[in-house]
Structures are given as C-alpha cells and as structure tokens.
C-alpha cells in the first residue's frame, strides 16, 4: 500500500466517523438496543474480508482461518439483523 | 478491470445504504424500514464479493453462510428481550473474532510468501486489527458470563492489576514491532495473539455488574473499529465506512450511559465500583425505618388517584411483570387516570433496555417518557409506582455528598405525593448502596414479588371498579 491510498483510507474514516457522530448523537434514548443491535450487525461487514480469505482453492492454514471468521460473521449479520427486526416490530404507538 | 469496477461501485451503494439505514434507525417510524435497508446493504456487499478474482471455491463458501445463517437466525428467533445484553455481547465477540481470523489469515497469507518483507502500513494494521479483535473477543466473553451470571458479577480486583496490564500491553507492542519486522516469525504473531486475548479479559473482569451497559456499548465500539482496521488491512472502503459508524455509535452509546451514572469512562474502566461504596453507606449509621403497605390499601390509592407515574427497573423484568403492569395501566386509563412510565436511561441492563421490554409487553412507546422531561412532573402527580428499580430513585445522588451515587442524575420519584415502592425485600440495589427514599414519610413498601403482588393489586382494583 502506497502512502496515497492510505492517506484516502485515512479521509474515508474520518469523515465516516464525523457522519456517524451526527447521526448517532440524534437517536432516541427509545431506540438505543435496537441501534446497537443493529449496528452489531453492520460490525460483522467484515464478512466481506472472511469470504476472500475463505476463498482460495488450496486448503491452506489461511483459507479455514477464512473459514472460521466467515461462520462468526454470519452468524453476527444474521442473528444481529434478525433480532433487531424482532424488538423493532414490537414498538408501536398508542392504538386509537 | 472491469470486474473491480463493479465491485467497487456496489461497495459504494453498500456504504451509502449503510448509512441511510442507520439515519432511518434514528426514527421510531422508519426504524424498522432503515434496519431492512441496512441488511439489503449488507447482501450486496456479500453478493458482488463472490465475485472477487480471489474467490474461487463457493462450496465451503455457501456451506459455511448456510450454518452461520442458521444457527444466528435460531439464536436471535429464541433469545428472551430480558436477555438482550448478553446476545449482544456474545455477538460483539463474535464480529471481534472474525476480525481477528480475517487479519491473521491475510498475515499468514502473505508471511508465507517467500522472501517477503512486510510493508510497514500493512503491519501496523494487522495489528491493530488483531489487538482490538482479540480483546473485544475475550472481553465481550467475560461480560457474557457476567451477565449471564456464569461468572460472578462483582469486580474481580488484585494488586498490581493495573500493572500487570500495562505490562502486558506494553510486551504485546514489542511482540507487534517483531512481527512487523520478521513476518515469518510466526512465534511473534501467537504471542500478540495470546497476550491481546489475556489483555481482554483482564480489563473486563475488575468491571462490576453495574457498570455493564457501559461496557457492552464500549465493547460495541471496539468491534466496529476492529471491523475498520481490518478495512486497512485489505484496502476495503466499505469496512471503514461501515466499521466507523460503528465505532461512533458505540462511543456516543459510551458517553450516555456514563453521564447517566455520573462516571468517568476512565473511572468505570480502572473498576471496583459496588465494592468499596459498601464501605461508604455502613458509615450513615441511621438504621432506616419503612412504612409496608398491603396489596387491597395500594389497590384503594390507585383508585383515588388522578395522576400515577411508574418507574420501572430492570428487577420487574426479572420477575417477568411487566404484563400485569401494562394491564394495571390499562385499567387505570380507561377510568380516566393518567399513567405515565418514567425512564431513566440506565434502567435495564443496557442503553434502552426498558423501553424494548415494555415494548414487548404491548405499552406504547409514546407512554415512556426519559428522565429529563418528566422529572418535574412528579411534584404534581399523585403516585409514582416504583416497581423493581431502587438505585435510579435514590435521592441521595441529589442530597448526600457522601453517597457514593452523588452527583448522578435521578428520577425525582420522592416529590411525588406518594411513593410505592414494589420491592422484594430490603437488600440494596444493583450498585449495593442503601436507599434514604425508603424511609420518607409519603414512601410505602409493598414487599413481595413484583408480579404476583401487581397480580394481586390488580385483582383489588377489579373488584373496587366494576367494569
């Protein structure tokens, strides 16, 4: 990696992080479990990074190491995403 | 060339849709579209990475998406609302882990090709990837146990604690300047490994059972900012973007639950809260004195009451009563008095755990009105009902400098005219701190279990008021 992509990576974060910060500090206190619920299941995006690892034709140490992480970041997407629309359906408003 | 550039351009909508999701999650009206629009993000990200020059075998692929889909849609279909904190901390582990794999799959990858010399930039990320990955690993474990009560939940303290972990972070830096300089040493890498794993469970352990939601939320942050430094590692925008939205949302999630508690982040981490303030309370001396109240004289103040605020903790959850006081609330609405439920924002076992709880249990969420803008309100409203919560009602954080909880904002409950205070017995709260509140004179005591006491209450109120 050459300085000037790091140095683009490094702009992206940043300014993914002021994002967050403005988006976030506006939520209400309401909403906060499923935000984290939610927003577990976006950390398991590194799915992304498990399958290329995990998709190698050899079956070298680092393809199951692919492997391994690709199962628990499924399993965090999935069940993060799934739980969250379930406590997300059960808030309603008053009925009338 | 081309193919890349479709890549590349679906991670771009995927990070747009991220961060369009997580706008929408903001609203309770759109909550639900913007999670399903976060997933759909999700799924392209995943689908248009099949397509990458790298992937070349789909089987164990497909069969390893297949399980993990699985198990996690069974797990999250299952797991009870009062359980939410410890799912959401095994899955806090779970992406930490999968960091973690990904960083050291690419470091073992690449470590193995001969006459490689690592670049630094590279190096420094995997680390970085693998540190935070293993401690949000090893730290959500430990705080799963906690909650789960496998472990024990107070602090766990020794000398030289403190030492010891700057010790060992120090050692794992050193161990990291040595992968960095002799990649395929791979004796350095485990150390790194083994030490960041101890590392996480050092700091969580001195971190007591009340001081959870601060943990999980922090530990949500580090597993989105593990998810970004692995984005480094690969050169991949959508893991930064994602993984620092993340990152930020746990943080401000942080910054909440500490001023709530009154406390530093800096004070909850070095721990040992709910240990020495046992301490502090036995010097107040005054043994307090408490008036009880039975469940048909509670059952007749509700009937003469106009206005009734309840505040609820997470001890009505435990004792699965939040049902009968959703229908306690109904019965008092539908003759006209008005019912209210007070939130304080630590009320439960993480940020907004009260209010997915009583959700759950059909109250709308437009009757859950946080701490700031009820709290005047209790000065002019008849009773407040305080069912399972204790130390969010101590009036000592307002009144008693000595108290180890002065200075944290608290629901004004005492100002009511009367307090009820739903309770099983008169052991201390979560924090392990004495509650003044219960021997004011307008402070009545209605021991038993929450539920079958607001059974019972209930019951009384039926019979007082006929259809």
């Not at chain 1, 974060?13 to 403005?22: D, I, R, T, Y």
């Not at chain 2, 060339?1 to 991220?18: P, W």
């Amino acid at each position: 990696m050459n300085a000037e992509s790091l140095i683009v990576l490094l702009y992206v974060l940043v300014l993914a992080s002021f994002v967050g910060f403005e988006l976030i500090s506006k939520v209400p206190p309401t909403l906060h479990t499923p935000l984290m619920s939610g927003s577990n299941a976006i950390s398991g995006i590194t799915i992304v990074g498990a399958i290329v690892a995990a998709g190698p034709e050899d079956m070298s140490v680092s393809k199951w190491l692919g492997i391994a992480a690709l199962l628990l970041a499924t399993l965090n997407v999935v069940g993060g995403y799934v739980v969250t629309d379930r406590m997300l359906q059960m808030f309603k408003k008053k009925k009338k | 060339m081309e193919r890349d550039l479709i890549i590349k351009i679906a991670y771009l909508i995927a990070s747009v849709l991220f961060i369009v999701g997580i706008k929408m999650l903001g609203k309770t009206s759109t909550a639900r579209r913007g999670n399903f629009i976060s997933a759909v993000a999700m799924l392209i990200a995943i689908l248009v990475t099949l397509l990458d020059r790298q992937v070349l075998s789909f089987t164990e692929i497909f069969v390893t998406i297949l399980v993990g889909s699985v198990i996690g849609t069974v797990i999250a279909q299952r797991v009870e609302m009062t359980s939410m904190p410890e799912m959401v901390a095994i899955f806090n582990g779970f992406g930490g882990a999968a960091s973690v794999l990904v960083a050291t799959s690419e470091y073992w990858r690449m470590a193995h090709d001969a006459g490689y010399s690592m670049e630094m930039v590279v190096g420094v990320t995997i680390i970085i990837s693998v540190i935070i990955g293993c401690v949000t690993l090893t730290g959500s474990l430990v705080a799963f146990g906690k909650l789960k009560g496998l472990i024990n939940g107070r602090a766990i303290m020794f000398t030289g604690q403190h030492a010891l972990n700057a010790i060992l972070f120090l050692g794992a830096l050193a161990l990291s300047v040595l992968v960095v300089l002799e990649p395929n040493v791979e004796l350095w890498m485990m150390g790194v490994l083994l030490i960041s794993l101890l590392l996480g469970v050092l700091v969580v352990i001195p971190i007591g059972g009340a001081d959870m939601p601060v943990v999980i939320s922090l530990l949500n942050s580090y597993s989105g900012i593990a998810a970004c430094a692995t984005g480094f590692v690969l050169n991949n925008q959508v893991l930064i973007i994602a993984g620092a939205l993340v990152g930020a949302s746990g943080i401000i999630l942080t910054q909440i639950m500490c001023k709530a508690m009154n406390r530093s982040l800096v004070n909850v981490l070095l721990g040992g809260f709910g240990q020495t303030s046992s301490g502090a309370t036995a010097e107040g001396g005054e043994e307090i004195v408490v008036k009880e109240v039975g469940v048909e004289e509670t059952a007749m103040l509700f009937d003469s009451a106009s206005s009734v605020i309840i505040v609820p903790g997470y001890g009505m959850a435990v004792a699965q009563a939040q049902h009968i006081v959703r229908e306690l609330s109904d019965m008092l609405e539908r003759r006209g008095t008005s019912v209210k439920f007070a939130i304080h924002p630590v009320a439960g076992r993480m940020p907004g755990h009260m209010n997915v709880l009583l959700a759950e249990a059909n109250v709308p969420y437009d009757k859950l009105i946080e701490m700031d803008q009820i709290n005047d309100e209790f000065a002019n409203t008849d009773i407040a009902l305080i069912i399972g919560a204790n130390d969010v009602v101590n009036p000592a954080a307002r009144t008693n400098p000595g108290s180890p909880i002065y200075g944290m904002p608290v629901l004004n409950a005492d100002k009511a005219r009367t307090v009820i205070v739903c309770k099983r017995g008169m052991s201390a709260g979560y924090a392990g701190i004495e509650n003044e509140l219960f021997g004011y004179p307008n402070c009545l005591m209605l021991f038993g279990d929450a539920k079958s006491s607001m059974t019972k209450v209930v019951g009384e109120l039926k019979e007082l008021m006929p259809a």
